[in-house]
């Protein structure tokens, strides 16, 4: 079956063509990565659960780079000479059915990659290749104003955490659960935004 057309999704489609997604695309490779993509994205829910974080920080953890499937420009690769925007893509097909949180959580997260290395001067050392490439193509570290202006963000915590569960999530060969785990969680959150069931 061909899944609907972003356009055409509804909140009660949209869990399906997400899982659909990660369905038909997770096995590609993530960015030079010891992970495929849904592994990436899976780890990086499985790690916010394992925490004890809440529904809303792991469903954004599992969909922050949905964008590299949805984006109109395709793919990163490391041979690229120009940034995707993927961020924005994701955010795009998620912002009807998902609360601001979330989709900040999606938009923001290679901000948050620039924010975190212009005021940590350890972080930079912990990114892999892949990512240091990318964030070349991101426009590198903010500046000053760049970095007051972000910490004005009403969700600068939860975008920042959703960031370094991000990091993380590129742990060749560990085991966590399937999409469908986090299917309910999803619905429950596009549920509750969506106002279905509402009386």
Known sequence: MTPPKHDALSPETIVAFLGDIFERRGGEEYLGEPVTMAEHMLQGACLAERQGEAEIIIVAALLHD??????EFGMFSMEDTHDKHHEEAGARVLERFFPSLVTDCVRQHVAAKRYICATDPNYFAQLSEASVHS???QAGPMDS???AAFQKHPNLREIVRVRHLDDAGKIA????PEFAHYAPMLQRIVDAHCGVGAN
């Open 173 to 176: 060969g560990m085991v966590t």
């Open 145 to 147: 104003a760049e970095v």
């Open 135 to 137: 964030l070349k193509l």
């Open 66 to 71: 949905i964008g590299h499937f949805t984006s």
